[in-house]
C-alpha cells in the first residue's frame, strides 16, 4: 500500500504440491472484531483467530511447468485467488529454485 506496488513475484509455488487443501488467511478475528491487516502488537497477536478460505490442492509435480496455461486447474485457481484477494496481478510465479523454473505472465 506504501510502496504502490502493482505486480507481485509468487514464489515456492511447488512446495503446495501435494497439499489435499489449501488456506489462505483473510482475516483476523478478535472477539466480535475483524482486522483485515496484520496486526503488530504482541498483545493482540494472543488473542486473534485466523480466519481462512480453503482451496483444492493439486498432486501434479509442477516443476517442469514453463507456462501459467500447463498448471493444474487447481494451481491456476490458487494464484487466481491471491490476485483478487490482493487485486495485484501475480506476473512472476517460480516452480522450482533454478531461473528455468519461473514463468513469466
Known sequence: MINGVDEIALTLLD????????????????EDNFIDEF??????????????IELPGWEENISGMKKFSYLPSNAKKYVSAIEELLGIKISVISVGPERDQTIFR
Open 39 to 52: 496486526p503488530f502488537d504482541s498483545d493482540i497477536l494472543k488473542r486473534i483467530e485466523p480466519q481462512y
Open 15 to 30: 512446495v503446495l504440491s501435494g497439499f489435499s487443501t489449501l488456506k489462505i488467511c483473510t482475516e483476523y478475528r478478535l
